[in-house]
């Protein structure tokens, strides 16, 4: 197997990359929708987002907290930034009056019966997203997966699509059982999936380089997950989160989403965040109290 060149060390993560004109990197010189839609999707005032992940029903099912989204999610969509979602729960279950932003999976194919989730293909056309007024499609890509060329190219697919239509497309880092996270593998996989062509690309949060691997990647970053490292890794460069679990497992998912939201936008410490956490469920509940 052919070795890349040996990795150097000048990431420069003290210097931001340039934006001219525009307030995200790597999107200025994009199309006026694409960026509109950006715009929509991260705050132009913070550069960030906090987007609310939904999407985990297209391989797992009715899992743990999204039994019924019109109960557990539609009440959280005031509090998000965007929402991570399929088009069929879009059309189903999403109140047609909500303006937040919808960015919508676009990959599918194995369920967690199958034991090769690398095994996707291109779940939805672009011209449906446009008809559903979508701010953006996500697409797993499994770089060092058994299905690794495939995945690279329904991706491609989707950008060239996207970019006739002005509809970004958030590149997903998916990460096999048996792959190793760390900064190495995130560096070359975020940078893979900016280099062919994806407006932003969603990975994960470690402990050791985080850092590199959002000042090598030309595109923004949001991180999935871990409400616990949303604080270090918008610290270290990500620029927002796409959370899902962590905040519709939650036993106050209200009061979670809005210390989320305070670190992100914020820079709110993770104890005051979790302080902030406390308070408003405590008020959640004395409100339920009050009402029976």
């Known amino acids: 197997m052919p070795e890349a060149d040996k990795e150097g060390e000048r990431y420069a993560v003290d210097r931001p990359q340039a934006a001219p004109g525009f307030f995200l990197k790597g999107t200025h010189q994009l199309d006026w929708g694409m960026k509109n839609r950006m715009a929509r999707v991260f ?97 797993q890509v499994f770089i060092g997966g058994e299905h690794e060329t495939r995945s690279v190219h329904n991706m491609t697919r989707l950008v060239d699509a996207g970019l006739r239509m002005g509809i970004p497309v958030m590149g997903i880092t998916a990460v096999g059982k048996n792959m190793v996270r760390d900064a190495k593998y995130f560096r070359l996989a975020c940078r893979i999936i900016a280099e062919l062509g994806a407006q932003y690309v969603k990975t994960y949060y470690f402990e050791d380089g985080f850092e590199t691997v959002t000042a090598s990647c030309p595109v923004p970053i949001v991180m999935a997950g871990g409400k616990k490292l949303a604080y270090n890794a918008v610290q270290q460069g990500a620029c927002g989160v796409d959370m899902g679990r962590n905040i519709f497992q939650s036993e106050a998912p209200q009061a979670m989403i809005a210390a989320v939201s305070a670190v992100v936008h914020k820079g709110m410490k993770p104890k005051d965040a979790f302080d902030l956490f406390k308070t408003l469920k405590a008020k959640a509940a004395s409100v339920a109290v009050a009402a029976e």
């Open 43 to 139: 705050d132009p005032t913070s550069g960030r987002t906090v987007m609310l992940a939904v999407d985990h029903g297209y391989f797992q099912g009715p899992t743990t907290g999204l039994e019924r989204i019109d109960l557990s999610i539609v009440p959280l969509l005031p509090n998000c930034d965007a929402l991570f979602c399929t088009r069929g729960i879009l059309r189903s279950v999403i109140p047609a009056e909500c303006q937040k932003p919808m960015v919508l999976r676009a990959s599918g194919g194995p369920s967690i019966l199958r034991e090769e989730l690398s095994d996707e293909q291109i779940a939805m056309d672009m011209d449906d997203a446009m008809r559903l007024n979508a701010a953006g499609v996500g697409i």
